[in-house]
T-cell receptor, first 111, second 111 residues
Framework: DTGVSQDPRHKITKRGQNVTFRCDPI?????LYWYRQTLGQGPEFLTY????????KSRLLSDRFSAERPKGSFSTLEIQRTEQGDSAMYLC?????????FGPGTRLLVL | GENVEQHPSTLSVQEGDSAVIKCTYS??????FPWYKQELGKGPQLIID?????GEKKDQRIAVTLNKTAKHFSLHITETQPEDSAVYFC??????????FGAGTRLFVKA
């Protein structure tokens, strides 16, 4: 257990529905990252926060995806109008320098 | 764009033997190279990392080597044990936040 928690751990939804995931980083960490991981692949970078500021977004993050980190603490990742291609593991990581500590992930299945 | 290639995709060794996983990266500005172990249903766990000003680092049975000129880095696990069986990911970080992961190596250690 790295100290990074994610909720929920599993989510099944129907195509077209909206979903929201939460990440609670290690409390003293100012950096927070979101990744997407599909079966048999490494994590793919989605977005990065330094405290409450979202400093970078991947081209993978379409306009259906939005992430927030109010007050520089927990973060949420919302996917609107889900598609079957959104099915994946969504990982959150936190850190203070280069080292990133990952949470257990939220596995999303879109039917 | 930036890329990290990882080989082999699958590796099977006998308990007690050594395992070597190799990665190459494309972005010469990369300066931090972590290795992660991921077990089924869990997030990646950092096992060792190396920075660009160091050529080799060792931690008990695990060692990592870096050749910046050739843009190669490798993970070496000695005296493998069944509990080392997992998927291992290499990664390269540029600019302090953007981390590119390899596709992973599934390691099987046979008892």
């Amino acid at each position: 257990d790295t100290g990074v928690s994610q909720d929920p751990r599993h989510k099944i939804t129907k195509r077209g529905q909206n979903v929201t995931f939460r990440c609670d980083p290690i409390s003293e960490h100012n950096r927070l990252y979101w990744y997407r991981q599909t079966l048999g692949q490494g994590p793919e970078f989605l977005t990065y926060f330094q405290n409450e500021a979202q400093l970078e977004k991947s081209r993978l993050l379409s306009d259906r995806f939005s992430a927030e980190r109010p007050k520089g603490s927990f973060s949420t990742l919302e996917i609107q109008r889900t598609e079957q291609g959104d099915s994946a593991m969504y990982l959150c990581a936190s850190g203070n320098q280069e080292t990133q500590y990952f949470g257990p992930g939220t596995r999303l299945l879109v039917l | 764009g930036e890329n990290v290639e990882q080989h082999p995709s699958t590796l099977s060794v006998q308990e007690g033997d050594s395992a070597v996983i190799k990665c190459t990266y494309s972005d010469s500005a990369s300066n931090y190279f972590p290795w992660y172990k991921q077990e089924l249903g869990k997030g990646p766990q950092l096992i060792i990392d190396i920075r660009s000003n160091v050529g080799e680092k060792k931690d008990q049975r695990i060692a990592v080597t870096l050749n910046k000129t050739a843009k190669h880095f490798s993970l070496h696990i000695t005296e493998t044990q069944p509990e080392d069986s997992a998927v291992y990911f290499c990664a390269a970080e540029t600019g302090g936040f953007k981390t590119i992961f390899g596709a992973g190596t599934r390691l099987f250690v046979k008892a």
